[in-house]
């Protein structure tokens, strides 16, 4: 392969030979130096009829000799002597120069040779064009052999940079995996290295060790040796004084003996005495401790009689609290057993109360509608003429909309199907009993059901749809598909029916897929945070959950620094009716389902900031990217992050850019171009929240 790369380098490939057209001018290049061949004509006999040699002869002398001669204009002449029985003069003549072109140009004898090769096209090529009658057939053979080394050639061509790139790279990987050793060689020295230096502190240690065991044991033994010492020497102290008192007594002698008999014998009974006394003190000291040894623990007769009757007093006392509760245990069995009936009773009176407060609703005092019917009291003594109290619900509810006679109520919804697009809770044929839920029963269910999920969601790694939650909450509350299907159905007419109320209107929202889940999680913290941030409030006032009105002006303005004065006075002015407010209220929903005017503000400024929030987005995208750009990426979206909230982290514009397309953080690199329509519809419909000014 090397040896062909290396002729390729030095001969320049041939063009493609017609095979219709004869030499006029025949040379060829070799090392960019030309070298003519011999004009066609030298070769030119009478060839029309092909030679039978060596069919018809056999040549056994030997071959002719072969003269060579060479013109003034580099042309070669080959000439021979005739000889009979001989080969075609054509073929000694195409020989001839074969051969003496093979020495001049000093082509190697074996192996690939472009030289070679290039002769050899010569003489096929002179061989062709005097060979009229197979001229067509041998050009085309030579045009196939000549274009399949011609793609043999690009092919080699083509695997060039293919070898050099895989010299780099495997010059590459040799010094990368000189780098690893020598790194590893390090390594390994560092940590010899640090186990000799283990080895050797061990040793110290041992040592040190070793060395502390001998000091200690000498020390014992200096002990030992002042100790004994000392004992010495107290000995020879008490023989010292031992020795001056006999001597004191020894120099008062003399002075005794002048004293009568009699007083020495008394001396001498009087020590007798003494020592007997000694020994008998010794003896009752030893009896009092052996007795103390052996009585120590011992209880005296009046102590133990005395804790024998208090012992038998408080046994009566057990028995007679043991009876008394037995029989109180007997009588609580008796209690709890009454207890779990009149629960099931109650649970039973108050399903029967629930459903006469759904289907036994108290009549209405119609009067108090007068003042809002268009008329006064004839217009609405004329509407309600013997018409019943649902006809007169209709009425009501057509005068207040607009319409002169909405109809009648309907007491059965039409399913809508069974088919995948419709929502399961929703997927029914056939009629659906309408419960006619009021506002109250809607917001205490949508309220169940929030927390019901916020619960499952926290348990689960991503969220579920609120859809598919409301269908599998409900078939864990009720089990058969009928009552799951009618509740569904029941909570989505009366979602949508009492939609103008903010907190009913985003659950519809979410459960239609017009909003994020998001919003309300978004909403629900901030709004109890701001309750336990007004409640510690009223504790520093001293007026544990009431405030002055004069005080929330400035707290609100603490929890929201981003809203402007307008905004907070606004909230304030929901809840100046009164010098004190009442702070939990305020985020209560009342009996009737209804939630307060400062709730319903809060919600009427969320959107209005978050659609903001979304033009200033716009802007930015089109000052990143142009105005006429129709979408955009995730790292335009991102850009305009910056510039539009530049306190919010990557981190959250991450989670936030994943909910709003439904994502995973590690997909999000994967999301192409999105149409700005969609971007923008899906932000708004987000918990987007700003958490700084806005950036320059």
Not at 341 to 367: C, N, V, Y
Not at 390 to 401: D, E, F
Not at 514 to 543: M, N
Request: hydrophobic share 35%; charged share 30%.
């Amino acid at each position: 392969m090397g040896t062909v790369n290396r002729m390729q380098e030095k001969l320049e490939p041939l063009p493609a030979i017609s095979p219709f057209r004869s030499l006029t001018n025949p040379a060829y290049m070799l090392k960019d130096r030309p070298h003519m061949l011999p004009p066609p004509n030298v070769f030119k006999e009478n060839h029309s009829a092909i030679d039978t040699w060596p069919a018809t002869h056999i040549a056994h002398t030997a071959p002719t000799a072969i003269r060579a001669n060479l013109t003034p204009n580099a042309n070669v002449f080959i000439t021979a002597a005739p000889e009979q029985p001989r080969k075609p003069h054509y073929l000694e003549q195409l020989e001839s120069y074969l051969h003496h072109e093979l020495r001049l140009l000093r082509c190697p004898e074996k192996g690939p040779s472009l030289t070679r090769l290039q002769v050899y096209r010569e003489v096929f090529e002179y061989l062709i064009n005097d060979f009229k009658t197979y001229q067509q057939l041998l050009a085309s053979i030579k045009q196939e052999y000549e274009l399949v080394l011609k793609d043999q050639e690009e092919r080699l061509k083509e695997l060039d940079p293919l070898k050099a790139k895989l010299d780099k790279l495997t010059e590459a990987n040799d010094k990368r995996m000189q780098d690893l050793r020598q790194v590893e060689t390090a390594e390994i020295e560092q940590l010899k290295r640090e186990k000799q230096d283990l080895v050797d502190e061990l040793d110290a240690s041992k040592e040190e060790r070793f060395s502390l065991k001998r000091q200690i044991e000498r020390l014992q033994e200096e002990v030992e040796t002042q100790y004994q010492l000392f004992r010495n020497e107290a000995d020879a102290r008490k023989m010292l004084v031992s020795d001056i008192i006999e001597l004191k007594y020894r120099v008062d002698a003399p002075a005794m003996k002048s004293d009568s008999s009699s007083e020495k014998d008394d001396t001498t009974l009087i020590k007798f005495k003494l020592n007997k006394t000694k020994e008998d003190l010794v003896k009752l000291q030893d009896k009092l401790n052996e007795v103390l040894a052996d009585y120590g623990d011992v209880v005296p007769r009046r102590e133990y009689e005395r804790l024998e009757g208090l012992n038998n007093t408080n046994t009566e006392s057990l028995e007679r609290y043991k009876t008394d509760y037995h029989t109180l245990l007997k009588e609580h069995q008796v209690l709890l057993e009454q207890h779990k009936i009149m629960s099931g009773e109650r649970d039973e009176f108050s399903h029967q109360l629930g459903l006469m407060k759904r289907s036994a609703t108290p009549r209405p005092e119609w009067d108090q509608v007068i003042p809002y019917i268009d008329g006064g009291e004839a217009a609405w003594k004329e509407l309600s003429v013997g018409k019943s109290s649902n006809q007169l619900v209709g009425v009501l509810v057509g005068s207040l909309i607009g319409k002169d006679n909405p109809g009648p109520v309907e007491e059965f919804f039409e399913g809508e199907g069974t088919e995948p697009p419709i929502p399961k809770y929703l997927r029914w044929t056939g009629k659906v009993r309408n419960r006619n839920l009021s506002k109250a029963d809607t917001a205490q269910l949508i309220q169940d059901i929030w927390n019901q999920k916020i619960v499952s969601d926290t348990e689960k790694e991503h969220g579920t749809d609120l859809a598919d939650f409301l269908h599998s909450y409900l078939q864990q509350k009720y089990q058969e598909d009928i009552l799951v299907v009618e509740w569904g159905y029941n909570i989505h007419h009366a979602c949508g029916q009492y939609r103008t109320e903010p907190h009913i209107g985003l659950f519809y929202e979410t459960l239609t897929g017009d909003a994020d889940d998001s919003v309300y999680s978004v909403l629900c913290t901030q709004h109890e945070e701001l309750l336990s941030h007004l409640y510690k409030a009223s504790l520093k006032y001293d007026s544990e959950g009431t405030l002055l009105v004069k005080h929330i002006s400035s707290l609100l303005q603490t929890f929201y620094p981003l809203k402007e004065a307008p905004m907070i006075e606004e909230l304030v002015a929901t809840v100046s009716e009164t010098e004190k407010v009442n702070i939990k209220p305020l985020f209560n929903i009342d009996r009737d389902g209804n939630i307060s005017d400062f709730l319903k503000k809060l919600y009427s400024q969320f959107y209005d900031e978050r659609n903001q929030f979304v033009k200033d987005i716009h802007d930015s995208l089109v000052a990143i990217s142009g105005g006429d750009k129709k979408e955009y990426n995730i790292q335009d979206l991102c850009k305009a992050f910056e510039m539009t909230d530049p306190e919010k982290n990557s981190k959250d514009v991450n989670k936030l850019l994943a909910k709003v397309f439904n994502l995973n953080l590690e997909q999000l690199s994967t999301v192409g171009p999105v149409d700005k329509d969609l971007l923008l519809q899906r932000l708004k419909s987000s918990g987007l929240v700003r958490s700084g000014p806005k950036g320059i």
